[in-house]
Nanobody, 128 residues
Framework: VQLQASGGGLVQTGGSLKLSCKVS????????LGWFRRVPGKRREGVLC?????????SVTDVAKGRFTISRDKAEKTVSLQLNSLNAFDTAMYYC?????????????????????WGQGTLVTVSS
């Protein structure tokens, strides 16, 4: 599977952005999908992850709570991340990821080390 992230850019504090990740390859439904981010000098951290199936579970991290949402589109084979109420601390490179084996629960599964496939990243810069 290959992943291609897009949608990053420069936005003012309080603004919104929608990131999208195109997932190429067969068996889209068998992958859990996620968004992560990395600030220079820090480890990559989970933002939001979404499981498989008709009613997939979303794993919510403290980073995203109340501001960001994740969705997946079977027909388009994409996973999207809606970013709202952005602030300077959200400035980071955002990555999408996929994995077949990870288990997604409401508060678990969104850890970098459990994911096998990664996109190249898209940069989000929030200005004050």
């Amino acid at each position: 599977v290959q992943l291609q992230a897009s949608g990053g850019g420069l936005v003012q504090t309080g603004g919104s952005l929608k990131l999208s990740c195109k997932v190429s390859g067969p068996d889209f439904d068998t992958y859990a999908l996620g968004w992560f981010r990395r600030v220079p000098g820090k480890r990559r951290e989970g933002v939001l992850c979404i499981g498989r199936g008709e009613k997939p579970i979303t794993s919510v991290t403290d980073v995203a709570k109340g501001r960001f949402t994740i969705s997946r589109d079977k027909a388009e084979k994409t996973v999207s991340l809606q970013l709202n109420s952005l602030n300077a601390f959200d400035t980071a490179m955002y990555y999408c990821a996929a994995d077949r084996g990870v288990s997604i629960t409401p508060r678990g599964g969104c850890r970098e080390e459990w994911w096998a496939y990664w996109g190249q990243g898209t940069l989000v810069t929030v200005s004050s």
